[in-house]
């Protein structure tokens, strides 16, 4: 079992620029895909970065192409989302989880673990 929790959250003003990271409690971090999905008010979960367990295949949902990357470093136990050129629509709760699926997982329930969740903002 891992435990997650998630940092990095807060108010921006659009245009500017967070980090967020997701700390992973708990062995064999390097067995788990990792992905992030975010929830705005009255919304659906929905999709947004994965890595793979070595870090190097990733995928993007189309609203956060080109300005969001995802990463991790498995001696830290760690995944970052670092978000870019934000927008107000961005604005949403942000989940790291964890899943033990195929190479990269994009779909909610194929995820098994999951952080409690950052709040980002995003002002106009």
């Known amino acids: 079992q891992v435990q997650l929790v998630e940092s990095g959250g807060g108010l921006v003003q659009a245009g500017g620029s967070l980090t967020l990271s997701c700390a992973a409690s708990?062995?064999?971090?390097?067995?788990?895909?990792m992905g992030w999905f975010r929830q705005a008010p009255g919304k659906e979960r929905e999709f947004v970065a994965a890595i793979s367990r070595s870090g190097v295949i990733t995928r993007y949902a189309d609203p956060v192409k080109g300005r969001f990357t995802i990463s991790r470093d498995n001696a830290k136990n760690t995944v970052y989302l670092q978000m870019n050129s934000l927008k107000p629509e961005d604005t949403a709760v942000y989940y790291c989880?964890?899943?033990?699926?195929?190479?990269?997982?994009?779909?909610?329930?194929?995820?098994?673990?999951w952080g409690q969740g950052t709040q980002v903002t995003v002002s106009s």
């Open positions: 989880a964890a899943g033990r699926g195929a190479v990269v997982l994009t779909i909610r329930n194929e995820y098994d673990y």
């Open positions: 708990g062995r064999s971090f390097s067995t788990y895909v």
